[in-house]
């Protein structure tokens, strides 16, 4: 008897590249792996917009999303146009009351409208947006997975993260988070998965963790 294929698509987080889930790798033909890759937003397109014109890359039904930091935000977005299999959500927030101290006060001052996304060429910038604070010695690392340079993207971007006002989370959704995570402080998650040692990237390099867990994540009821 054929076996059914699980479609899964990955969105990756804020100016990434599908890149970051190059170590991923799921049983086959069980699984079949989709990677879903940032557009240019339209003039003031809402989140909501953009979700829906990211739901025409969908090729199949029921289908699991699972997204990465604003990707995660994103794949909660698509969820509420389109019916999933399973929602999974990495190194990323379900609600507002999770945003971190600073996002929070950066959309109560617009301080976000601040950011110098014009030099979106200095990779160190968008690198602290997409990857946290600390970033010096890993440049070489951000260059290879960081792949949207757009300014106009990076300012829509930022300002949909910090704006995001969801105040209760979608029903059966999965939150994987790391404990060392400098983006998102796990001191703000709740009800989530929690991967020790795990940083705001740890899809890269905890990869064997996710290609060991997330077949049964999925396959559970």
Known sequence: MAVETIHIYLMPGMAASPKIFEY???PEPEFKLHFLEWMIPEKQESISDYALRMCKHIE???????G???????VQEMSKHISVRKLIIVSSVKQQSELPK????????MAYKLVPTQLASKIDVVAKYAFGNNVTKRLELYKKYLSVND???????????????????PE?????HGDNDSVFPIKNINNCIIIKGGTHIMIINKYKWF???LPKIILEE
């Open 24 to 26: 991923i790798k799921l």
């Open 60 to 66: 199949f039904k029921n289908v699991v999303l699972v």
């Open 151 to 169: 300014s106009n993207y990076l300012s829509w971007a930022i300002e949909r993260m910090v704006c995001w006002n969801q105040q209760v989370a």
């Open 172 to 176: 059966g959704l999965v939150h994987i």
């Open 211 to 213: 290609n060991e867990n």
């Open 102 to 109: 600073q996002m929070l006060i950066a959309k109560a001052t």
């Open 68 to 74: 990465v930091s604003f990707g995660g935000v994103l």
